[in-house]
């Protein structure tokens, strides 16, 4: 069964405190893993997708990487404004054009 | 601007009623989704749709019905059958068999459905 954990549950630092998101996965062929950040009561937006072990991709103080059972989103030097929800996902090849299969996120909470 | 947008942002539903939310996009995608948020879970999927006229029920479907009779819209009705609706529903849609970058699902803002 294709399945998605995130660890830990909620993170809280200190701004500027650098530290990683866990994203562990079983599936079945992996066509994609999707970073995605929730603010609490809104859609989740759109960061980052993964397609093979050894891949990394960064936008601002984010960095996203991939192996073949797990994806960290590493957070460098956070602010307050990094508090967010960060949801992961993946697809299978064989899911395609069908749901995303999402972990339970991980609560983050950056204090100044 | 291109974009998803969801509409009503909170909706009431009283016993045995049916109300149902709204999802647009503009986006010229053919696949849409609705999931489903509840505290400390992750996404459910509900029903999603790859083409007009088609669709098929996803993980969570019983109380729920859709419609896509337009590319742009993907209605879903909640019906009095769905025990415990309250929750936070999300609409997203992708271009589902499209090369790299192109099946990322993008989501709208989301609807939160109250029970009186």
């Known amino acids: 069964e294709d399945q998605v954990t995130q660890s830990p549950e909620a993170l809280r630092l200190q701004e500027g405190e650098s530290s990683s998101l866990n994203c562990s996965y079983t599936v079945s062929g992996l066509r994609g893993l999707f970073w995605y950040r929730q603010d609490p009561g809104k859609g989740p937006e759109f960061l980052f997708t993964l397609y093979s072990a050894g891949e990394e991709k960064e936008k601002e103080r984010l960095k996203a990487t991939l192996t073949k059972k797990e994806s960290f989103l590493h957070i460098t030097a956070p602010k307050p404004e990094d508090s967010a929800t960060y949801l992961c996902a993946v697809q299978a090849y064989n899911q395609a054009g069908t749901a995303l299969i999402f972990g339970k996120g991980t609560t983050l909470s950056v204090s100044s | 601007d291109g974009g998803i947008t969801q509409s009503p942002k909170y909706l009431f539903r009283k016993e045995g009623q049916n109300v149902t939310l709204s999802c647009e996009q503009n986006?010229?995608?053919?696949?849409m989704y609705w999931y489903r948020q509840d505290p400390g879970q992750g996404l459910r999927l509900i029903y999603y749709s790859q083409i007009v006229n088609d669709f098929q029920k996803g993980d969570i479907a019983e109380g729920y019905s859709v419609s896509r009779e337009k590319k742009e819209s993907f209605p879903l009705t909640v019906t009095s059958a769905q025990k415990n609706p309250t929750a936070f529903y999300l609409c997203a849609s992708s271009i589902p068999f499209g090369g790299r970058g192109q099946e990322t699902q993008y989501f709208g803002p989301g609807t939160r459905l109250l029970v009186l």
């Open positions: 986006l010229n995608h053919d696949a």
